[in-house]
């Protein structure tokens, strides 16, 4: 018999290299292909499995828990319909770059392309929507991909990276060394932006007239918020965060004139319009914040794009300005000038005249209060839960949304001072991530009050999870804005398709309460506006602090999100509310 | 215009398929791809020959770098190169068309390296449009069959692609 000494399995191996990494939470489903990294699981107690009840939620989960974290999440599925069950979970992370490591388990070896029992060839088909793939067909090369992995998925513009791992070689043996590093040829992240650049750009910042900073989700991911508030205070300039930026700055603040966008504030997208200095900080002139960019460049500006990754810079819009590198460094970079270098040039600038005379300008698109709605005695508005959601909360808690109507009034009205507390799906616009992205942020903070705002739509498309909140005693409290229709689509309707409300009326629901009670969780029905507050004050009371809460707020179906700037039209060419 | 990119890429399976998926995944045309090992066997070099606007190319090239598979990306229309590319054509190489096809492929600098009773296969190498040029000259109806390889470039002089 071959000597084993110091050897150990493939599956040990992994799970080795999960506790070097120092993963605490490994989301995931167990199946065939998998069944040798499961048993290796249990023998372990240094990290906590978490059974979810469908794969796409296991990526979700490890995606918030990253969301909210900063670490890397960690998701195992096993082979065929479990990786193909990961791919919306995995897409989603792709598209708002957060981190992810997702083990798969694959069909071993000699069976590969042999169409054998639950075979997909997952590298082939998560290629178009990971950072990077490997699919392991050594046991001997099993540490330094997953630390090649960890690496990948963390650094330079973050995102998921896959590694697939067939059954035969996790029951191979081998001995284990983990790499203290990794070094790769090929890849190489800048992390220092060009000095001259820096200095380039902040000249002209010192010379605007109307100034104007946009920072999005690279902002929170690169954790630069510090810095962020110092540059954006000294400066005494306008800012908007995206919809994946907010917390970025303190939606309480000022200087803040709220999100741009679609669904922006009058204010926020007037400014980014009529600035003659536009500061792109971790953002990426989407379609859904800068609208149609023939209309965008009607205006002449000059933009500055601070960005971790080349591909984003000038990519929809040309910029005058490139600074590619970590926000963090590049603002800590830009503060140290001001205090520093410049100082002698921040005398008189920016100039207190002009830019006093924007600010002006600004208060008087923000004094169109844009976010007002008409209140009512008889059904509750959307946007009043949210506004009593925030008081409730004191600003403080983690929300989570799924994707539509809902997730636009949370973005709209809940005011994030704090980065890493707003997690939803911008780029994918994933329907279903609210209940599992509120997993995630739960267990990485269990004494967080944690709300995930949903529709009736969104939150049937992970229902399941309400099993799993049980299992693991997640004290979540779920929102559900429940007007009966795919709000969003409803409202697209009503303006682009001449009311012809096609199939986005949701018939047949479930009684949420007795749906919740089932699982063995708190559900309260709330109908009118004036049981809102307190029923939101029960259920973020002492009393109710361990148990999971289902809110079902039956609220006004016909209620629009505003101001709107149409698909394929201009930032300045707003609807602000049914009357115009 | 058209701009024939040249890139190293570690020579890993799945490597191939980054590169054409990326291209297809974001719409660029592309219109030859070439790859084969380098002296290094852990690398290959690949020739991509595609078109479109000053802002696409760029993005082409950030995209490639972006790729975490790809080591080195170089446009070689920013500078002096060569390009080559192999054809092989067989033609009908009955009656008339004998002569001619010989008294062709020797205009062109080409060679006859098969003959038959009815064709003759010619091979031939040069830039793409000396090799287009030989097809049109050539009377339509010879023409058997056409093999290339796509273009393979090198930058000229000191200008060198490694790692």
């Known amino acids: ?580 | 215009m058209k701009h024939i990119i040249s890139l190293l890429m570690e020579n890993e399976a799945g490597a191939l398929s980054r590169v054409a998926g990326l291209f297809s995944a974001r719409a660029y045309n592309i219109e030859s791809l070439t790859v084969a090992p380098t002296e290094d066997a852990t690398l290959s070099r690949m020739t991509i020959v595609t078109s479109g606007s000053e802002e696409v190319i760029e993005q082409i090239i950030k995209q490639l770098n972006k790729l975490v598979d790809v080591v080195k990306v170089l446009d070689l229309n920013d500078g002096r190169f060569i390009e080559r590319e192999l054809m092989l054509v067989k033609v009908k190489a009955t009656g008339v068309f004998r002569d001619e096809m010989k008294r062709m492929c020797d205009i062109f600098r080409g060679r006859i390296i098969d003959v038959a009773d009815g064709s003759y296969t010619i091979e031939l190498t040069g830039s793409g449009s000396k090799l287009d040029a030989f097809l049109e000259a050539l009377d339509n109806t010879a023409i058997l069959e056409t093999v290339r390889t796509g273009a393979s470039g090198i930058g000229r002089g000191d200008r060198i692609l490694k790692v």
């Open chain 1, 1 to 580: 018999m071959e000597d084993r000494t110091n050897q150990i399995t493939g599956a040990e191996i992994v799970i080795r290299c999960l506790q070097e990494e120092n993963v605490k939470f490994l989301f995931g489903y167990p199946g065939g292909a998998v069944l040798n990294i499961y048993d290796a699981i249990f023998k372990q107690d240094k990290f906590k499995h978490v059974l979810v009840r469908h794969e796409q939620a296991a990526v979700h989960a490890a995606d918030a828990f990253s969301r909210a974290t900063g670490d890397v999440g960690v998701a195992l599925v096993t082979s065929g319909p479990g990786a193909t069950n990961a791919i919306t979970g995995i897409a989603t992370a792709y598209m708002d770059s957060i981190p992810l490591v997702v083990i798969s388990g694959q069909v071993p070896t000699p069976a590969i392309g042999m169409d054998a029992f639950q075979e997909v060839d997952m590298v082939g088909v998560t290629r178009p929507c990971v950072k990077h793939n490997f699919l392991i067909k050594d046991i001997k090369d099993i540490a330094t991909t997953m630390k090649k992995a960890f690496y990948i998925a963390s650094t330079g513009r973050p995102g998921p990276v896959v590694v697939d791992i067939p059954k035969d070689i996790t029951a191979q043996f081998a001995e284990f060394e983990y790499p203290k590093s990794v070094e790769m040829r090929s890849y190489n992240p800048i992390l220092k932006g060009h000095s001259g650049q820096i200095k380039k750009a902040l000249k002209l910042m010192l010379e605007a007239k109307r100034p104007m900073i946009y920072s999005g989700g690279g902002a929170v991911l690169g954790d630069c918020s510090d810095e962020l508030v110092k540059l954006t205070r000294r400066l005494g300039f306008p800012i908007t965060n995206t919809l994946m930026g907010l917390g970025g700055y303190p939606a309480t603040d000022k200087q803040f004139v709220g999100m741009p966008g679609m669904h922006g504030t009058y204010e926020a997208n007037m400014s980014m319009q009529n600035c003659d200095v536009l500061i792109a900080i971790g953002s990426r002139f989407d379609d859904r914040v800068i609208g149609n960019t023939e209309h965008f460049y009607n205006k002449d500006r000059t933009i500055i794009h601070i960005d971790i990754d080349p591909s984003s810079i000038s990519k929809r819009v040309k910029v005058d300005v490139p600074i590619v590198g970590h926000v963090q460094s590049v603002l800590t970079e830009m503060n140290e000038l001001l205090d520093g270098e410049f100082k002698a040039l921040t005398e008189n600038k920016p100039d207190a005249g002009a830019l006093k005379a924007w600010w002006k300008q600004i208060e008087e698109w923000r004094s169109k209060d844009c976010l007002s709605y008409t209140q009512s005695d008889e059904v509750i508005k959307p946007q009043f839960v949210i506004e009593k959601l925030w008081e409730v909360t004191k600003g403080e808690a983690f929300v989570t949304s799924d994707v539509g109507q809902h997730q636009m009034w949370a973005a709209q009205y809940y005011k994030f001072d704090k980065p890493r507390r707003w997690l939803n799906s911008g780029g994918l616009g994933t329907m279903g991530v609210g209940l599992p992205y509120a997993m995630g942020a739960q267990l990485a903070f269990p004494d967080a009050q944690v709300a995930c705002v949903t529709g009736e739509g969104s939150i049937q498309m992970n229902i399941q999870e309400l099993s799993t909140c049980k299992q693991f005693h997640l004290p979540i409290k779920v929102i559900l804005l429940n007007n009966r229709y795919l709000g969003m689509v409803r409202q697209w309707q009503q303006f682009f398709y001449g009311n012809r409300y096609s199939e986005s009326y949701m018939d047949s629901l479930p009684d949420f309460v007795k749906l919740a009670e089932s699982y063995g969780h708190v559900g309260m029905l709330i109908e009118k506006p004036s049981d809102v507050e307190s029923a939101l004050k029960h259920a973020f009371s002492p009393e109710l602090k361990e148990r999971f809460v289902f809110m079902n707020f039956l609220t006004d179906p016909k209620e629009n999100v505003f101001p709107m700037v149409p698909n394929g039209k201009g930032l300045s060419e707003m609807i602000l509310s049914e009357e115009l």
